[in-house]
């Protein structure tokens, strides 16, 4: 069982920055994938990023150059560095965690980008 709260969310200007924070329950070290994923109202929730166990890193295009997925295992927690934001990354983002059969979700963070 894997337990997850995320934070950092909040409102800022197009151009902006934000740093989401996951907090697994426990060690993350094990933990097969770790993704941010987004859901916009009206729209289905994507895929944002993932870092695998072994370190590697995936973004979807829109977000290439502009988020980083990292994470520091000594204090179970990942992050999602978001640069140079825009409206349509406005959402909320949710942390999942990938680890044996079983698939974990945390309840949330609203990100909102003011043009």
């Known amino acids: 069982q894997v337990q997850l709260v995320e934070s950092g969310g909040g409102l800022v200007q197009a151009g902006g920055s934000l740093r989401l924070s996951c907090l697994a329950s426990?060690?993350?070290?094990?933990?097969?994938?770790m993704r941010w994923y987004r859901q916009a109202p009206g729209k289905q929730r994507e895929l944002v990023a993932s870092i695998t166990r072994g370190g590697v890193r995936n973004y979807r295009d829109s977000v290439k150059g502009r988020f980083t997925i990292s994470r520091e295992i000594e204090k179970n927690t990942v992050y999602l560095q978001m640069n140079s934001l825009k409206p349509e990354d406005s959402a909320v983002y949710y942390c999942?965690?990938?680890?044996?059969?079983?698939?974990?979700w945390g309840q949330g963070t609203q990100v909102t980008v003011s043009s």
């Open positions: 426990g060690s993350i070290f094990s933990i097969n994938f």
């Open positions: 999942n965690a990938e680890y044996g059969v079983g698939n974990y």
